[in-house]
């Protein structure tokens, strides 16, 4: 067997790190996450490396829209809070929602994947996904060619991308340091 591994863990103390630059003043993050996809690995990476940067860290296991709103609603009441959204296809399934309840309750989110950022979310940082897919058509060549997939190793992802909405960071009273702006692969104004 082989493969590519996208759910990669370490990813949540870079966000965290990222969320913190951006947003100083947060000092409690909600990691959403999907309890199906068994969100644990994430929960205790993020949790590890929360004294690093004064925050607390929540689970948030969230499966349907009714869920992520009573919660969005719950921090938006909150003050200093932040959200992380682990690269789980069932909770980007609803990032449309989850970007709409952040700027209502002016929630700083991050998100582990490109979409939601491009589509009005503050930011994200994650896999490059069009990279991945480039890898596996080397790999789906080479088994075509007669290499047994066992012998081909499970590939950790080598390519990130960070992606900052100006417009919503704005919206949000948020200045993003010079320092971060400087290493985003795309800025949308």
């Keep these: 067997m082989t493969g590519f591994y996208v759910f990669e ?7 965290l790190e990222l969320l913190k630059e951006i947003a100083p003043h947060v000092d409690r993050v909600a990691l959403v ?22 925050v607390e860290v929540v689970s948030a296991q969230l499966r349907d829209p009714n869920e992520i709103e009573a919660a969005m609603d719950q921090w938006g009441r909150k003050p200093n809070f932040g959200l992380i959204v682990v690269p789980d296809p069932a909770i980007n399934a609803h990032r449309k929602l989850i970007n709409e309840l952040a700027a209502r309750y002016r929630l700083p989110v991050i998100h582990a994947l490109r979409a939601p950022a491009a589509e009005g979310g503050l930011i994200s940082y994650g896999i490059d996904l069009p990279n991945l897919f480039r890898q596996s058509a080397v790999y789906a060549d080479r088994i075509l060619k007669g290499t047994d997939p066992a012998d081909l190793p499970v590939a950790q992802p080598t390519k990130f991308e960070l992606v900052i909405n100006l417009r919503t960071a704005k919206a949000l009273g948020l200045e993003i340091p010079p320092t971060v702006l400087a290493r985003a692969d795309e800025v949308i104004e």
Excluded: C, E, G, T
Excluded at 33 to 54: E, H, K, L, T
């Design 33 to 54: 996450s999907n309890p199906d996809a068994n969100p644990a690995s994430w929960v205790a990476s993020a949790v590890a490396a929360a004294p690093r940067f004064a």
């Design 9 to 15: 863990p370490s990813l949540a103390a870079k966000l």
